[in-house]
């Protein structure tokens, strides 16, 4: 997505992949400094990670916890800190990364667009505590839903971040378990976890304390396979679906903006990743 917005805004730019093993996260982003890349993306396993191993933490990062964008901006001889894909001539005399967090903004843009919603007053219940179920939460505390179950594989996890939520939004309404009866309707339901990757893989939640027949939609953070065995359950218990794919555009939009300081072609982009996704199911 990210080089097809690049060829629609002539941009000469490229948009690479690379593998990095967590222990060698801090030289891989020393080394896209020391080659003045633009910026680069970060996933799993790297996000928190990356909280300690930039030079500046921009707001959405600080608030949500996380990073999944670094921007790299060099200093010029005014003593001003600009992006680097905004040098043309003048070679910066210092580099730093600033870290942001897109996801959470990606998260809530998609679930606007894919269920017509608004969170404000919604009952939820995020599957997953890491990462990416962390800024999930603090974002949706923030949209006021009104109660966000929590449930992850380790407790201890969810009780910390119950009491993170409480510090930052102490009007939210955190509930650390499954909404226990059957009666007890929620409007979404939302993975953060990775189950669903492999078609192998566990459902994300415990069937013996939670049905999908107490959800009116479900939001599956995983875009490939298109449908997980999750998505597959929600639809035929009757309720609406949705993937990742929107929150992977909308976060990437927004990383494409940060670096380049051009608003991003959305159309364009998803274009792109649905060609993609269709090639590569």
């Known amino acids: 997505m990210h080089n097809a917005a690049f060829a629609k805004l002539g941009l000469n730019w490229r948009y690479v992949a690379y593998e990095v ?6 030289a891989a982003i020393e080394g896209a400094r020391a080659m003045h890349f633009a910026g680069i993306n970060l996933t799993v396993p790297h996000k928190i990670l990356a909280m300690k ?8 990062a600080k608030i949500w916890g996380a990073v999944n964008t670094i921007r790299f901006e060099g200093r010029t001889r005014k003593s001003q800190w600009l992006p680097l894909g905004q040098f043309e001539k003048e070679t910066p005399t210092e ?7 897109t996801d959470a903004d990606g998260l809530t843009n998609s679930l606007r667009e894919d269920f017509g919603v608004e969170l404000s007053g919604k009952k939820v219940l995020l599957l997953g505590a890491g990462g990416a179920g962390r800024a999930a939460a603090l974002k949706l505390a923030a949209e006021n839903v009104g109660i966000l179950f929590l449930v992850n594989r380790t407790f201890g996890k969810v009780l910390e971040l119950q009491k993170e939520i409480s510090v930052d939004f102490p009007s939210a309404y955190i509930c650390p378990d499954y909404p226990r009866a059957l009666e007890n309707k929620i409007d979404l339901v939302i993975n953060a976890t990775s189950l669903g990757l492999k078609s192998d893989d566990e459902l994300p939640f415990d069937k013996k304390q939670f049905s999908l027949k107490q959800a009116a939609a479900v939001y599956d953070m995983i875009y490939r396979p298109a449908e997980t ?29 940060i670096w380049t300081g ?15 996704l269709k090639a590569n199911p």
């Open 21 to 26: 093993d967590p222990a060698n996260l801090r």
């Open 53 to 60: 191993m930039v030079d500046e933490l921009d707001v959405s």
């Open 95 to 101: 580099v730093r990364s600033v870290g942001f967090n």
């Open 229 to 257: 065995k999750l998505l597959k359950a929600a639809k035929k218990a009757g309720c609406k679906t949705a993937n990742g794919l929107g929150m992977l555009l909308h976060q990437g939009a927004k990383a494409f903006e």
């Open 262 to 276: 051009k608003r991003a072609p959305l159309a364009e982009m998803r274009r792109a990743l649905v060609q993609n």
